[in-house]
């Protein structure tokens, strides 16, 4: 699992088994269409607004 932030915008949660594959095909479109590099994060902790109250989401790995 794994979590696309847009600064300003909304956030999407997604699962997928190719995260490595899915942010390399991500940074090289990036990179075409905007001429520079895709800044890409990673972190253990999330904390994000859901229905106006705060929760904290601690993503480990599963072992992928």
């Known amino acids: 699992m794994f979590?696309?932030?847009i600064a300003n915008d909304d956030a999407s949660v997604l699962e997928s088994k190719f995260k490595t594959?899915?942010?390399t095909v991500l940074a090289?479109?990036?990179k075409a269409?905007?001429?520079r590099e895709l800044?890409?994060?990673f972190r253990d902790v999330y904390v994000?607004?859901?229905f106006?109250?705060?929760h904290t989401c601690s993503i480990t790995?599963?072992?992928e």
Do not use: T
Request: proline residues 0%; charged residues 20%; negative net charge.
């Open 21 to 23: 594959e899915f942010l």
């Open 61 to 63: 790995s599963d072992g």
């Open 28 to 30: 090289k479109h990036y």
């Open 3 to 5: 979590v696309v932030y």
């Open 48 to 50: 994000f607004l859901l």
């Open 39 to 41: 800044v890409i994060e």
């Open 33 to 35: 269409l905007m001429k």
């Open 52 to 54: 106006h109250s705060f």
